[in-house]
């Protein structure tokens, strides 16, 4: 039977079995979570593309996977670089470095949100229809993707998370309230 699957911005919503749950929950462990001062700081361009970058964004791919994501961030790893990992369609995945939005739309759309670092909730987040976002990949080639809808929502969330920005600064005020009474009693047993 084919699992349902929907996409909230950067997680991907459907049923796991138990050891694809196991292993979902070892990599959001390994996944910096809110509140945690990292993930409101600004990563840096990456300037030398060597092994160690490789590496790691080989290591992100996996997480990015194994937690059922559709973006991960290199701060969401508490690394300051700016890289981040997305699937252009699905299980694929694709590595942008130094990315920078040259294009998007003037029209925008507004849908609910998850984050791998802000777990359990979503909100509506305004974001633009379609993106050109250019970079370059692992190996120091440049690369550039044209995305709409799903996909262009996803490197604009990715993008964020490079300048600190959470969905919880671009949602309402209404739903950030909401969210983060969701989110406090967990803080606390923590
Ligand atoms: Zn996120």
């Known amino acids: ?7 909230e911005g950067q997680v991907r919503n459907e049923e796991l079995d138990a050891e694809r749950e196991a292993r979902r929950q ?18 840096p361009p990456v300037e030398e593309f060597d092994d160690d970058l490789r590496r ?12 059922n994501g559709v973006g991960l961030a290199a701060t969401q790893v ?12 699905e299980d694929q995945v694709a590595a942008l470095v130094n990315p920078e939005i040259v294009r998007r739309s003037d029209e925008a759309e507004t849908d609910d949100e998850g984050c791998l670092s802000i777990q359990g909730v979503t909100m509506p987040v305004e974001r633009s229809m379609t993106v050109r976002i250019e ?8 690369v ?30 209404e739903a950030r309230r909401e969210a983060l009474a969701a989110l406090r009693p967990r803080l606390v047993i923590r």
């Open 135 to 142: 970079g370059r990949d692992e190996n120091g080639d440049e």
């Open 78 to 89: 508490g690394v300051l670089r700016r890289v981040f990992v997305f699937a252009p369609e």
């Open 144 to 173: 550039g993707y044209d995305l709409e809808g799903t996909p262009a929502r996803i490197v604009q969330h990715e993008l964020d998370h490079l300048d600190g920005t959470l969905i919880l600064n671009r949602t309402t005020p």
């Open 56 to 67: 790691l964004v080989a290591r992100m791919g996996e997480l990015m996977k194994d937690a």
């Open 1 to 7: 039977m084919p699992a349902v699957t929907e996409v």
């Open 26 to 43: 070892l990599a959001l462990a390994q996944i910096r979570q809110y509140p945690d001062p990292v993930l409101r700081m600004q990563a």
